[in-house]
């Protein structure tokens, strides 16, 4: 029981302050971009997305015709005010690829889909994850993304029965921010978590909730993205642990459209059975895109592979395969 109110106690804590930041005036929280479209903002998806003309429908029925008009322009507005929003939140922040680990520090609205195939610690077996905790991410507000992933089907060549994994969600909230030209940072919180959808081993069994800081920083073509945040389960933290998770990946951008990468992942245990532990991979990587598919709709696709590092890890020479459609 203390364990467990430590647990509800620390994750209320990091609830209200992400709740406080959010209830401030934006204005007075951070110096952020003008929300029209900069020429001095290079390789960015946001000029030009929402301009759209207006529809006439012409027909004998004068009434009917206004009807129709009425309707599907009431339609069409609401969802251009919607992507006016999207395209004021990437305006005004960074415009950073997505790493292939590491969480990417930004608001983003796309459909993500991550396949890995990891060599087991033992037996020289290889596991395969179809969906990697990833899926449909969208920005309501300009200040907050939310993540929607389906759970991951899990393929194993050992004795391990196959099956899906868990229901995961992600909310960010973007603090501070400035895009290229006027400070290149980004600083948010950002609140994950999962329900226990799947069985074990493909699932936790409990369910875990993930806060997490992140910030990042562009230097010219290169930029870093880094976040430390710590999974903590609502019930059975005597079997998984309380973990903390730092990432960093460091990108360079060539021509807008190539970017080579190199990350680190470590994860620390406290409590549970592998207490004390501590695993942290190299994980080199590149990404593509995006490349236009149609008006908003992009295409971009990253690999990597995760190294171990440490003596202990839980598997190793993790292949990753990332598909993105930003929209």
């Known amino acids: 029981m203390g364990k467990l109110a430590w647990t509800i106690r620390l994750t209320i804590i990091l609830l209200l302050a992400s709740g406080a930041m959010f209830t401030l005036s934006p204005r007075s929280m951070a110096q952020t971009a003008d929300t029209q479209c900069a020429s001095n903002v290079p390789n960015s998806q946001v000029c030009g997305y929402a301009n759209a003309g207006s529809v006439a429908i012409s027909s004998g029925n004068e009434s009917e015709s206004g009807a ?25 922040q960074p415009h950073f690829v997505s790493p292939i680990v590491t969480t990417h520090v930004m608001l983003v609205q796309q459909y993500r889909f991550d396949m890995s ?30 993540g929607v992933f389906q759970p991951p089907y ?69 930029d870093i993205q880094s976040t430390i945040g710590a999974n903590l389960p609502a019930s059975g933290a005597n079997i998984l ?48 895109g995006g490349f236009p598919l149609a008006e908003r709709l992009h295409f971009s696709i990253g690999a990597g592979i995760q190294i171990a590092v440490t003596q202990f890890h839980q598997y190793n020479h993790r292949w990753i395969v990332s598909v993105r459609f930003p929209f």
């Open 241 to 288: 642990g309380r973990t903390i998770l730092f990432n960093t990946a460091v990108d360079y951008k060539i021509k807008g459209k190539i970017w080579p990468m190199l990350e680190q992942n470590s994860t620390f245990w406290s409590g549970g059975a592998l207490d004390g532990k501590k695993q942290v991979f190299v994980t080199p990587g590149l990404v593509l």
């Open 154 to 222: 899990l393929v194993h060549q050992s004795n391990l029965p196959d099956g899906f994994g868990d229901f995961s969600f992600q909310v960010k909230y973007r603090a501070f921010s400035a895009p290229e030209g006027r400070g290149d940072y980004f600083l948010g919180f950002f609140l994950g978590g999962s329900f226990p959808t799947g069985t074990p081993p493909n699932g936790l069994g409990h369910t875990v909730l993930s806060p997490t800081f992140a910030a990042a920083k562009g230097i010219g073509s290169w």
């Open 68 to 92: 129709t008009t009425s309707a599907e322009s009431n339609q069409t507005d609401w969802v251009h005010a919607w992507m006016r929003k999207v395209d004021e939140a990437r305006a005004s």
């Open 117 to 146: 195939w990891q060599q087991d610690p033992a037996g020289g077996t290889v596991t395969s994850n179809y969906g990697a905790a990833h899926g449909l991410e969208i920005i309501p507000t300009t200040r907050l993304e939310v």
